[in-house]
């Protein structure tokens, strides 16, 4: 499950799209941000990276083993992170980052979970279908969950539709339940 995304991060994201555009350096913004959400993955990462012994050149020394093209302007955002003590918000960031950025290049993220693995064929099928149906570029993320016994669900920001066959029962059970009274 992912991290709960904060509204902070969101600040902290959109000031650096704006930072991005204006620098034309999207990718360099996503590597950091990724970077970023390495060095914080744990709660202890941050604890160590915020504490009171970490110096600001060992901190920067860390960063440059994680991430090892990082520039001027993604370390010193990296340094202000540490310096208000803001790096617990590293996965929302990021988080907050990817999605502002895929809004940019005009990219829609939907996830699909099936009961069964996906072939290539049915992937593009899926992924041509929500394309022809948004206007948008689809990147595809599929899942398998067997308890959803067959069918699909399909996520594609806060819009769901599901057409797995446990909901069907469900409701089918549901539909009976009332007919029965």
């Known amino acids: 499950m992912p991290a709960p995304r904060d509204i902070a991060g969101r600040r902290y994201a959109l000031a650096l799209v704006a930072i991005a555009r204006d620098d034309q350096t999207f990718d360099a913004w996503l590597d950091a941000v990724q970077a970023l959400e390495a060095l914080t993955a744990q709660r202890a990462y941050v604890q160590a990276l915020q504490g009171d012994g970490m110096t600001d050149g060992r901190f920067q020394a860390i960063v440059r083993r994680v991430f090892p093209s990082v520039g001027t302007k993604q370390m010193n955002f990296l340094r202000l992170l540490r310096r208000k003590g803001r790096l617990g ?34 992937r593009q099928r899926l992924q041509e279908k929500i394309a022809r149906d948004t206007g948008k570029q689809v990147e595809l993320e599929a899942r398998v969950d067997a308890a959803i016994m067959g069918g699909m669900v399909v996520r594609i920001g806060d819009r769901l539709v599901d057409g797995s066959t446990r909901t069907r029962l469900r409701s089918l059970r549901t539909q009976l339940e009332r007919v029965a009274r």
């Open 89 to 122: 918000l590293g996965s929302s960031i990021a988080s907050f980052y990817r999605e502002l950025y895929d809004a940019e290049r005009g990219v829609l993220r939907a996830e699909v979970t099936s009961a069964v693995p996906l072939d290539d064929g049915q």
